[in-house]
């Protein structure tokens, strides 16, 4: 599930200011941390600057640190699948 978080981010002119639904494509990298140093960084000062982002990221990792803990402990295949379901509705 890697995101392509180069062409997202040079097809954007203001690379210091990416737009939320950029920001939005590029979360679930940024939690697993799969970007690169300086795309990490505009993510941070989004989420510093945005509050909707910023709400948006924290539901996001709640469930992603839940499924993260969980997978830990070997779920039962159901639950996964109902946490992947979760994760996909959030990313939509
Ligand atoms: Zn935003």
Redesign the pocket.
């Known amino acids: 599930m890697k995101s392509n978080s180069e062409t997202l981010i040079q097809s954007n002119t203001d690379t210091d200011n990416i737009?939320?639904s950029t920001?939005k494509k590029l979360l679930n990298s940024y939690i697993d941390k799969e970007l690169d140093e300086i795309t990490h960084l505009f993510v941070t000062r989004?989420?510093e600057?945005?509050e909707?982002?910023?709400k948006y990221y924290n539901q996001l990792k709640l469930v992603v640190d839940a499924a993260i803990a969980l997978r830990r402990e070997s779920i039962p295949d159901d639950v996964a699948l109902r946490l992947e379901d979760c994760l996909n509705k959030l990313k939509n």
Do not use: P, V
Request: hydrophobic share 20%; aromatic share 0%; glycine share 0%.
């Open positions: 737009s939320c920001l989004h989420l600057k945005c909707n982002c910023s």
